[in-house]
């Protein structure tokens, strides 16, 4: 038996030796170490020897599948170091050839500027908060002061979804991301200070300043003696992080029913200074947010003692900023998926 242990071994190697190229060697190691190959045949009937030639011939067996084994590993090192060789020799492979570009993702524009917006805010101590984009219209528009058939709704022109049958509960694609006010102010204690980005939806033919699905950052600061003086000074302060620090910014009075009073601010128009120009149409003011001190109706509503505590809240559209930062002229552009307009930021 050992005799042929040592035939096998001899027949294996040279046609090992005799292999030039790495595929043939699974074919090798099928006929020489495979289920079917003489040595697992042997190594198999092994049980049925007396003992003392199962020591010996099991013994050799396994030293020779061993050895097989590697001279397999060495003989596929071999050949992979030759082929390398060759290649190289052949100057097929140019190893200073600079690598392949692998394609890398970017952040989309509106997060980007989402990103930057919050970090100012929260340098400034605010928190960032989330809520729903489908909302009752409890909270959308009853809890901020905009009763059912109050003409301030056709502010936002809304997406209708649902109603739920027997509390008449009216559901809505958010218009703006004020609600998220109320669920905050419901879920904790002054003092507040939230920052709240999102999406918000409006039933709206789109056009170059106008998306059915935009996204805006809501703000809200409730404590006691909090002013008018706190608005405009962490706004402008924003203003000026965002948009340069000599950017002077106008304060004028709006209407928004969950505020009171209400204001809208503006920036001078960093292309003309102020003189008048097409992007500022002619006025030398760019308008870029709505804000104003949190009306009384509002924190009573959700447990606050107005006599105790006071607060402003602001809100502004992402995009609007990204236009203005950029240059760009259509909002439908930031979500038609153009990898050109994409790419460039
Ligand atoms: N929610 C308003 C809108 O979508 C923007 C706004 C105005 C938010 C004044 C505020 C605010 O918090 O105080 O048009």
Same mark, same amino acid.
């Given at each position: 038996?050992?005799?042929?242990?040592?035939?096998?071994?001899?027949?294996?190697?040279?046609?090992?030796?005799?292999?030039?190229?790495?595929?043939?060697?699974?074919?090798?190691?099928? /006929?020489?170490?495979?289920?079917?190959?003489?040595?697992?045949?042997?190594?198999?009937?092994?049980?049925?020897?007396?003992?003392?030639?199962?020591?010996?011939?099991?013994?050799?067996?396994?030293?020779?599948?061993?050895?097989?084994?590697?001279?397999?590993?060495?003989?596929?090192?071999?050949?992979?170091?030759?082929?390398?060789?060759?290649?190289?020799?052949?100057?097929?492979?140019?190893?200073?050839?600079?690598? /392949?570009?692998?394609?890398?993702?970017?952040?989309?524009?509106?997060?980007?500027?989402?990103?930057? =917006?919050?970090?100012?805010?929260?340098?400034?101590?605010?928190? =960032?908060?989330?809520?729903?984009?489908?909302?009752?219209?409890?909270?959308?528009?009853?809890?901020?002061?905009?009763?059912?058939?109050?003409?301030? /709704?056709?502010?936002?022109?809304?997406?209708?979804?649902?109603?739920?049958?027997?509390?008449?509960?009216?559901?809505?694609?958010?218009?703006?991301?004020?609600?998220?006010?109320?669920?905050?102010?419901?879920?904790?204690?002054?003092? =507040?200070?939230?920052?709240?980005?999102?999406?918000?939806?409006?039933?709206?033919?789109?056009?170059?300043?106008?998306?059915?699905?935009?996204?805006?950052?809501?703000?809200?600061?409730?404590?006691?003696?909090?002013?008018?003086?706190?608005?405009?000074?962490?706004?402008?302060? @924003?203003?000026?992080?965002?948009?340069?620090?000599?950017?002077?910014?106008?304060?004028?009075?709006?209407?928004?029913?969950?505020?009171?009073?209400?204001?809208?601010?503006?920036?001078?128009? @960093? =292309?003309?200074?102020?003189?008048?120009?097409?992007?500022?149409?002619?006025?030398?003011?760019?308008?870029?947010?709505?804000?104003?001190?949190?009306?009384?109706?509002?924190?009573?509503?959700?447990?606050?003692?107005?006599?105790?505590?006071?607060?402003?809240?602001?809100?502004?559209?992402?995009?609007?900023?990204?236009?203005?930062?950029?240059?760009?002229?259509?909002?439908?552009?930031?979500?038609?998926?153009?990898?050109?307009?994409?790419?460039?930021?």
């Amino acid at each position: 038996m050992t005799e042929e242990l040592e035939r096998f071994k001899a027949q294996a190697l040279s046609e090992l030796e005799a292999i030039a190229e790495t595929g043939e060697l699974e074919a090798w190691r099928i /006929r020489h170490l495979g289920r079917k190959s003489p040595l697992t045949g042997i190594l198999r009937g092994l049980a049925t020897l007396p003992l003392e030639e199962r020591r010996r011939l099991g013994a050799a067996a396994n030293e020779l599948k061993v050895f097989l084994e590697e001279s397999l590993a060495q003989k596929r090192q071999a050949l992979r170091e030759a082929e390398t060789a060759r290649l190289l020799a052949a100057a097929a492979l140019d190893v200073t050839l600079p690598g /392949r570009p692998w394609p890398q993702g970017g952040l989309h524009i509106t997060t980007q500027i989402q990103r930057e =917006v919050c970090d100012i805010f929260v340098a400034m101590g605010f928190q =960032v908060a989330e809520g729903p984009e489908v909302e009752w219209d409890y909270y959308n528009f009853e809890a901020l002061n905009i009763p059912k058939d109050h003409p301030a /709704r056709d502010m936002w022109a809304t997406l209708w979804i649902d109603y739920e049958r027997d509390g008449e509960r009216p559901m809505l694609l958010r218009t703006h991301t004020s609600p998220v006010q109320i669920r905050v102010m419901e879920q904790t204690r002054p003092p =507040v200070r939230v920052v709240v980005p999102g999406k918000v939806y409006r039933y709206e033919a789109t056009d170059a300043t106008h998306e059915w699905m935009f996204y805006q950052i809501e703000g809200l600061a409730v404590d006691a003696n909090i002013t008018m003086a706190d608005l405009k000074g962490t706004l402008f302060q @924003f203003a000026r992080r965002l948009f340069g620090p000599e950017r002077r910014v106008r304060f004028r009075c709006d209407y928004f029913p969950f505020v009171e009073p209400g204001v809208d601010m503006s920036i001078d128009c @960093f =292309v003309c200074g102020g003189k008048g120009c097409r992007l500022c149409s002619e006025s030398g003011w760019i308008e870029i947010l709505g804000a104003g001190m949190v009306h009384p109706n509002i924190l009573r509503r959700v447990g606050y003692d107005p006599e105790v505590y006071s607060g402003f809240a602001f809100g502004m559209g992402l995009e609007r900023i990204a236009m203005l930062r950029h240059g760009i002229d259509d909002i439908r552009l930031f979500y038609a998926n153009d990898l050109r307009f994409l790419r460039q930021f």
